[in-house]
């Protein structure tokens, strides 16, 4: 773990250098192979998906395996233990209502005998795809689902995929079973974001896909985004604490090793303006990261976090905490922690961030699973214009102009002028014949 | 003008694939060009758009010359005919008018203790692409920079080619005095949109790219996306015109004329169910087409009219309108007027549409230019998921969570266990740090 002195513009360069080094930077090295599984499926729907999924998987479905079976999900829900699906409905409770606070409506109103607005609706149909594997997480499952339950969205479809007992893990499905999706599917990787892009004969066409995956599953969504609405793409995790000499040293240690856990490219900072904090989170990290590889020392989160801190982690010491915040906006971090004594000042400062967690009671993994805001946020400093996921990524608008006898003859003189000089005269001609009309 | 009698599934085929002929496609041919061109201007700067603008518009600028001068901009407005100035600030106070009801404010609830909510702030820059040459549109201008401006964005810049006399076209300088936009750079193509992405010694890097382009500057928002925000890619234009017998067959007429002048693949359709109005929106396009020969007859308007329609130009007649607007729904249309005695009612039936022009003194032109709607809307069948441009495109979320004890003494032990079943163990080891703290 580096420890920097924050203090002229050269840093800054050299910081936004670090951050940028981990971009998941171009796709062309898969690309092309995407290219050849969409086109696959396009043109083959099912029969492709179960060829891909023998060659891919090495996983044999027969057309009627593609789909989970009820059995399947309510086996999978008894075999789990209860305590973690009470957990999981407690977590289901409060990220439906902190997203049920997202919901918008229609709105409307009248101008000189005119109706002008925007009818707000659901999307009709959502793939969310879930990584199998290691990465398979209920937690996910719940995050991407309940967004678009609450938007209203009629048909939310799941892929997956199986592992080679043709099985689907059984917490993915537990969690599936609680949130209701409709139809759960054992496709993987690019094939699966063609089959819901597309549709196949068994797999529905869909208008959005959502979801974490791997470089395939990325690169997919890239391709037929145009074709589908597809949500942002998910760069390595990232989280920045701000934290001043009240800060527990251990709180600020474990929530920096816990990102840093996820990936070797994952990026935890720590900026504070109290050297003696440093310090103590430091050894703090070395003293956890010692007893648990001493309680365990095959322990891969241990490893993984360790290499992670080598990588990109950094403890910047600052003249101030509005400064720490000004940095801060600069990496515009998925997560940001801040604990502070003025950490309600600070909050209104920051800029760019995916969640803000305030005080030592908020600790990141908290956001990940059970206070209700989402755990999809805009990594790789894309917080600077992109939001966390919400019920507004399921809903769209149409304009709706309801034109009174009125208002045309007030404005639409005006439309002919511009629609004049901007050379379209037909589109004048279809004002005019209505002025004409209605004149006199 | 082709007529076609809707009445099975395979009909319904056949029209979706006449829409997606219409797809853009692939931006292959220009991919790479477009790539070299953002390179350059990644590491060269102004000195590549110099060279980039002098080889691509012929046009020689020094650095001094590539932001318009306040004296240019001064100079172009008092050049502007008057009537055209009302027209278009009256365009200004509507479109303003309309986008003031998008503005959303940051909320935040209180529960056992907690504070959970979202802050919702605008984006802090943006660029907006104006074309040069026919396509330069001043109500172009209106639509991008009021929603920016709404949502409060602080500094919003535009950048078009030059032309050949290095002015720029003084109806889009006007537009651009009225909205008030920060500064004005006189460069086009896939180097303006390199240059908002990666900024230069002159053009500043912004967080979000929107606008209309040529095939350029499409693939360069294309690759630039995820640097900076794209808005959406348009398509050629798009009409559906649902309408009963009591609609004017000139009215239906005129506005698919008006819409078909945009471009030879721009698509108008009339769904009707009365065989009599189709007949005489045929005979009223063709008189019209006719007159407008005669008057002149080197009209491009009228022949782009009528290679348009000639070859997307459809009427489909139904059963009824509740049918029209299914197979409306199917199409997904930029444009959807509906003139019919039900309208009401048919509206909301309407799911996939940008704008909804409802009874007979509602011209798609009217929401091109007076109403107040946005005329940036979703082509190529993506109304199924995308929304007319708007304030939200411009703003962005934060989501914030202030965790009390009480919360975390309630909850943290859930999120503990998924967790540990999502095999995270730093992750619950900052969460049992603090339950352990809290305890006893």
Known sequence: MKVLFAQNREFEKELINIVKKRSPGELTGVEKRVREIIEKVREKGDEALIELTMELD?????????????EEIEKAYSSVEKEFLEALNKAYENILEFHEKQKQESWFYMKEGSLLGQRILPLESVGIYVPGGKAAYPSTVLMNAIPAKVAGVER?????PPKGNKEINPYILAAAKICGINKIFKIGGAQAIAALSYGTETIPKVDKIVGPGNIYVACAKKQVYGEVDVDLIAGPSEIVVIADETADERYVAYDLLSQAEHDENAMAILI??????????LRCINDCIETKEKEDPLNNNISTAKKSLENYGLILLTQNLMEAVKISNLIAPEHLEIIAKNGDELLKEVKNAGTVFLGEFSPEPIGDYIAGTNHVLPTNQTSRFFSPLGVYDFMKRINVVKYSLESLRLYAGHAVKIAEREGLYLHANSLKVRINDVQG
């Open 58 to 70: 090495g996983v044999f479905l027969n057309a009627e395996e593609l789909e989970v079976r009820d």
């Open 156 to 160: 939310i479809y799941m892929t997956t």
């Open 272 to 281: 504070t303006d109290s050297q003696r904090l440093a310090q103590e989170v």
